[in-house]
């Protein structure tokens, strides 16, 4: 096997793992926002993960089938409208409840 000249010696994986890796941008007070895309049921409500558990959250029937982008930061989300940027609904999710009204939108 011949020695790596062009890369001081080094295999390509070793100067792959000792590149810097992306992290997400998004921050608000040290907050890291994590994304995910989701379309709202016939109901008004999207189905989110939280804790291990499944949780609702309503957005509203008025927004049925629209293309959504979450924003979650620990028990904190932001549902916004894909196409328009419109800010659709917050939530406080609270562990103990299965249903999460909305707390603005």
């Known amino acids: 096997m ?7 010696r080094r295999t390509p994986a ?7 890796k992306a992290e997400p941008t998004i921050s608000e007070n040290g ?3 994590r994304t995910r895309h989701d ?14 558990e499944l949780k609702h959250l309503g957005i509203g029937r008025e927004h049925k089938s629209k293309q959504v982008r979450i924003l979650a930061s ?3 989300t932001i549902i916004i409208d894909r196409t328009s940027g419109e800010i659709l ?3 406080t999710i ?7 009204r ?3 939108g």
């Open 102 to 104: 909305k707390t603005r």
């Open 39 to 52: 379309k709202v049921g016939a109901s008004g409500v999207i189905t989110y993960r939280y804790a291990g």
């Open 94 to 100: 609270n562990p103990d409840k299965n249903y999460q």
């Open 2 to 8: 011949r020695p790596h000249r062009s890369i001081g």
């Open 31 to 33: 907050k890291t926002w």
């Open 14 to 20: 070793v100067v792959y793992q000792e590149l810097p």
């Open 89 to 91: 609904a917050e939530h």
């Open 74 to 76: 620990g028990p904190e």
